[in-house]
């Protein structure tokens, strides 16, 4: 997922251990900042609020997963271990929260279920590509450089969760509204229009008529990226399914669908495929023509 390409970008840039372990530390501290603060309206768990102890579990899950897998050097379990966080850290939310109301339900089971989709599909892809990941060939070997990808995990699961915890821990229950129901159709067009083209993308790059050729079939002829504009709506959905409980410094929650945006837009996802498109079809006409009439995020009928 270009999440992560993103985390290992950053990890890779981290030069001596002592500069890696100083952006571990920076990167945690900005983590639990952000959880207190987002946390301000959540119910409160031994004196914490439950928003803040679900970004401690967040890190905690990553830093105990980060321990056998150093020693090994071994990336295999970093994106099973991501989407085992938001399942760690969405059920700890229920648990704590009492009594849950529709919305609070819906979001968790939305969570999940994206959850679920993602870590099945990372996890076909390390088998596809026999148990490695090139993201993490040279920094691996390196446990501080290799701890900044994993303590970075965590916190793209708190900034992208973001709007879904403050829902599910909220301490004063609203009454379910239109904010709600067009927040769900939102999640539900973005769920649909990413695992259609996600779909898509693997039934092409199995055909071996399509090899070495470019996608521009489906939905990837409204976008050049139509997997990255679902995801971008669907966690939007559920950040406009919590806006009514927002209040105070709760009103972090709007980084949610903003971080996924800026990762997919500007740190890699779509700058990094279009390097790599570029670099593979640059000269062929027919791409030329695909890139000129295809917008590259949001998605427009084709032409013809």
């Known amino acids: 997922m270009s999440e992560d390409d993103a985390t290992t970008k950053i990890a890779k840039s981290g030069g001596g251990a002592g500069k890696s372990l100083m952006v571990v530390g920076v990167v945690t501290i900005i983590g639990f900042a952000f959880s207190w603060f ?23 899950v990553n830093w105990l997963a980060f321990l056998p897998s150093a020693a090994a050097k071994t990336d295999k379990f970093y994106d099973t271990t991501g989407a085992i966080t938001y399942l760690t850290v969405t059920a700890f939310a229920c648990a704590v929260s009492g009594p849950l109301d529709l919305r609070a339900i819906v979001i968790a089971a939305m969570v999940g279920i994206w959850t679920l989709r993602l870590g099945s599909f990372l996890f076909m892809r390390i088998r596809r590509e026999g148990g490695t990941d090139s993201r993490f060939e040279k920094i691996k070997v390196n446990p501080a450089r290799f701890l ?6 965590a916190v793209w ?14 301490s004063e229950r609203v009454e379910i509204g239109i904010f709600f129901w067009l927040g769900a159709a939102i999640w539900v067009l973005g769920f649909a229009w990413e695992v259609i083209a996600d779909r898509q993308k693997k039934e092409f790059k199995e055909d071996p008529a399509n090899k070495g050729d470019f996608i521009n079939v489906g939905l990837w002829r409204w976008s050049r990226h139509p ?16 806006l009514p409980v927002l209040s105070g410094t709760a009103w972090l929650a709007v980084i949610s ?48």
Request: glycine letters at 8%; one cysteine or more.
């Open 257 to 304: 669908p903003l971080f996924v945006t800026l990762l997919l837009t500007k740190v890699s996802g779509v700058n990094l495929q279009n390097a790599q498109a570029k670099e593979r079809w640059g000269d062929d006409p027919a791409y030329q023509e695909y890139r000129k009439n295809t917008p590259a995020l949001i998605p427009k009928p084709p032409k013809g």
């Open 227 to 242: 997997n990255y504009f679902g995801e971008i709506t669907l966690w939007s959905g559920i950040l406009v399914m919590t």
């Open 148 to 153: 900044v990808a994993w303590t970075l995990q």
């Open 38 to 60: 987002l946390g301000s309206q959540s119910v409160v768990v031994a004196g914490y609020p439950a928003v803040f102890l679900c970004g401690v579990i967040a890190f905690v």
């Open 157 to 170: 699961v708190i900034f992208t969760a973001a709007a879904a915890l403050v829902a599910i821990t909220a």
